[in-house]
């Protein structure tokens, strides 16, 4: 376990059979009453839950700290929160007339879905159990071994103290129960202490890379792959080595087949249980995705639910709400704000913040294992000079290699269709220190400068002839027959109304539905793809000491597609926040006369 992870679980109070019997930190800025508060229990309706058919992950965090708080970070738990999910959702439904109805929300929402929430429900509407997505019971409460893409796995309904599915058969759970009172367990409704599943049922399919299938190779409607996560794995170097993909996103190191952690299978009331040296899987699912939310909606942290996802949306918490410096200033009217009913107390805001930096410091947490996945999938070669050495006024030609050095995936790998961006950013800067040659540079808005920028389009930055970009396009067929870049599949009517056009073919005879196809571009694992430049002699205008910078840069979402789906400013802002630069390189090199 990394030591800053180890730091983060230590202040939350679940690091260790000692610190799980402290509840929460001591932090002298707060005062008593936000202590105690703080130490009250974390969510209003734990008793409910107890009788609840889709026991909440707040309960199995009582004997599993740690794994929650991976969890709490996880792309899993994000599932149903994020923003950008719900507006490319709703987008595309509006573009099929409904007809792809619950198909997206299934996988992001399942027990929501199975308990027959509407799939337009607002999140702030759905029950507690629907805003936590992929949780604990969606994998281990599933009831069979499906193995198909596109799935809608059922899962079984019972209380907490119902057995769950897992790896093994539940080691230590006899010992908890011959001693219950020992260790503080309730068995039923009825009991006081931690409830408690009374047994486990070996569940192989959950340890093995098909159990990802259903939710990680999706087609939609009208039959384009917008996930191609399993096939790409299926065909890969790491398959025929049997590496799973639980071995590389669920080890000890992000996406390295590098083994496993070892930690006690549970610690119940600070009682460590089992062998201290067991196979830990890590919950937070490695993976290069990252959220946009809200941080005192996500992570998913129990004390947070003490506000309403809607309070928590007019907090601002970018403005320092909260902070002690900004409430000291507020109070000597060096800042004013306007408060809505729910933050007008100090004490909330500062209560709030509290639980609001928790979240900050998991997300900078997660953002390393974002850096470090990346990093450790790939690496960047060059410069390379092919046409002996620089000299003033030839044309200067250099390449960079991009490797994928991943045996499971391309480079992107094949999730959320066209989205997924990494690209090459390149600058030659001369003995003055002045940029005479970029590209892979980005518009107004964070674009890169190709055909679907705003501002190369208005003309104030010209189009980037030289863009190294891996990222995979849609492709569809214009009336007249030419082959166009588009957001999504959707084909374009005589009229310019954008729609989902149903094919006529079956889109198995010919591996594509008609008139969509996907261009792929991103590297196969282990293999690599030159980028090739070429700055004209004319910029080569003295001898002396050049130097070249190289960066591969990383994003989820373009920012024109988010505008496509009507994205909001923050949501955009947060998007670029979180676009991380992978193998920064400069070179120095001489330039003869």
């Known amino acids: 376990?990394?030591?800053?992870?180890?730091?983060?679980?230590?202040?939350?109070?679940?690091?260790?059979?000692?610190?799980?019997?402290?509840?929460?930190?001591?932090?002298?800025?707060?005062?008593?009453?936000?202590?105690?508060?703080?130490?009250?229990?974390?969510?209003?309706?734990?008793?409910?839950?107890?009788?609840?058919?889709?026991?909440?992950?707040?309960?199995?965090?009582?004997?599993?700290?740690?794994?929650?708080?991976?969890?709490?970070?996880?792309?899993?738990?994000?599932?149903?929160?994020?923003p950008m999910f719900h507006r490319f959702e709703q987008r595309l439904n509006e573009l099929a007339s409904g007809t792809i109805n619950t198909f997206c929300v299934r996988c992001h929402q399942q027990i929501g879905t199975q308990l027959a929430e509407p799939r337009e429900q607002p999140l702030w509407e759905r029950s507690q159990i629907a805003r936590e997505g992929i949780t604990c019971v969606t994998c281990h409460r599933a009831a069979a071994q499906f193995g198909k893409v596109n799935g809608e796995r059922h899962i079984t309904p019972g209380t907490i103290y119902e057995p769950m599915k897992g790896a093994g058969?539940?080691?230590?759970?006899?010992?908890?129960?011959?001693?219950?009172?020992?260790?503080?367990?309730?068995?039923?409704?009825?009991?006081?202490?931690?409830?408690?599943?009374?047994?486990?049922?070996?569940?192989?399919?959950?340890?093995?890379?098909?159990?990802?299938?259903?939710?990680?190779?999706?087609?939609?409607?009208?039959?384009?792959?917008?996930?191609?996560?399993?096939?790409?794995?299926?065909?890969?170097?790491?398959?025929?080595?049997?590496?799973?993909?639980q071995d590389c996103h669920m080890g000890k190191d992000p996406g390295l087949h590098n083994g496993y952690e070892t930690w006690p299978v549970a610690i119940v009331n600070g009682r460590p249980v089992g062998d201290p040296n067991r196979k830990h899987s890590n919950h937070a699912f490695f993976g290069p995705g990252y959220p946009i939310a809200h941080p005192g909606i996500f992570p998913f942290n129990p004390r947070a639910l003490n506000w309403s996802i809607t309070e928590w949306l007019r907090f601002d918490w970018r403005a320092g709400w909260g902070s002690p410096d900004w409430e000291d200033r507020l109070a000597r009217g060096d800042v004013s704000a306007e408060f809505p009913d729910v933050w007008r107390e100090r004490q909330e805001r500062e209560t709030a913040r509290y639980v609001l930096d928790q979240n900050l410091r998991l997300l900078e947490l997660k953002r390393q294992d974002r850096i470090a996945v990346m990093e450790n999938s790939s690496r960047l070669d060059g410069p390379f000079f092919d046409d002996g050495g620089p000299k003033v006024g030839r044309d200067l030609n250099f390449r960079f290699r991009v490797n994928n050095i991943d045996e499971g995936h391309n480079l992107p790998s094949g999730s959320l269709g066209a989205q997924p961006e990494i690209w090459l950013n390149v600058a030659l800067i001369d003995p003055d220190g002045k940029t005479v040659f970029e590209s892979g540079y980005v518009d107004s808005i964070g674009d890169m400068a190709d055909i679907h920028s705003t501002d190369v389009a208005a003309g104030t930055i010209k189009h980037d002839d030289q863009l190294f970009n891996l990222q995979t396009k849609f492709l569809v067929t214009s009336v007249k027959g030419p082959d166009r870049e588009m957001y999504l599949p959707v084909n374009f009517d005589i009229d310019q109304?954008?729609?989902?056009?149903?094919?006529?073919?079956?889109?198995?005879?010919?591996?594509?539905?008609?008139?969509?196809?996907?261009?792929?571009?991103?590297?196969?694992?282990?293999?690599?793809?030159?980028?090739?430049?070429?700055?004209?002699?004319?910029?080569?205008?003295?001898?002396?000491?050049?130097?070249?910078?190289?960066?591969?840069?990383?994003?989820a979402e373009p920012m024109y597609f988010m505008r496509f789906v009507l994205a909001t400013e923050e949501m955009e802002r947060t998007m670029n926040e979180w676009m991380i630069d992978i193998h920064p390189v400069a070179v120095e090199f001489e330039v003869t006369e």
């Open 497 to 555: 109304i954008p729609h989902i056009r149903p094919s006529g073919v079956p889109s198995s005879v010919l591996n594509h539905p008609p008139f969509i196809r996907m261009e792929g571009r991103s590297i196969p694992p282990l293999g690599f793809k030159d980028a090739e430049y070429k700055v004209p002699g004319e910029l080569i205008d003295r001898p002396g000491t050049w130097r070249i910078q190289g960066r591969l840069r990383s994003r």
């Open 1 to 82: 376990m990394r030591p800053l992870l180890f730091a983060a679980l230590a202040l939350l109070g679940f690091a260790g059979a000692a610190a799980a019997q402290a509840e929460t930190p001591t932090d002298s800025t707060l005062s008593v009453a936000q202590r105690s508060e703080l130490r009250a229990p974390a969510d209003p309706h734990a008793a409910v839950f107890k009788e609840s058919e889709f026991p909440s992950a707040v309960q199995c965090a009582e004997c599993h700290q740690k794994i929650f708080w991976q969890w709490a970070s996880s792309n899993h738990a994000y599932a149903s929160i994020s």
């Open 169 to 245: 058969n539940g080691p230590g759970i006899a010992t908890v129960l011959e001693d219950a009172d020992r260790y503080g367990v309730a068995t039923g409704p009825q009991d006081s202490g931690s409830p408690m599943h009374l047994g486990a049922i070996e569940f192989d399919q959950i340890s093995k890379s098909e159990f990802c299938v259903s939710c990680h190779q999706v087609a939609v409607h009208p039959g384009i792959k917008l996930e191609v996560v399993w096939e790409q794995y299926r065909a890969s170097p790491a398959a025929e080595k049997g590496i799973t993909c």
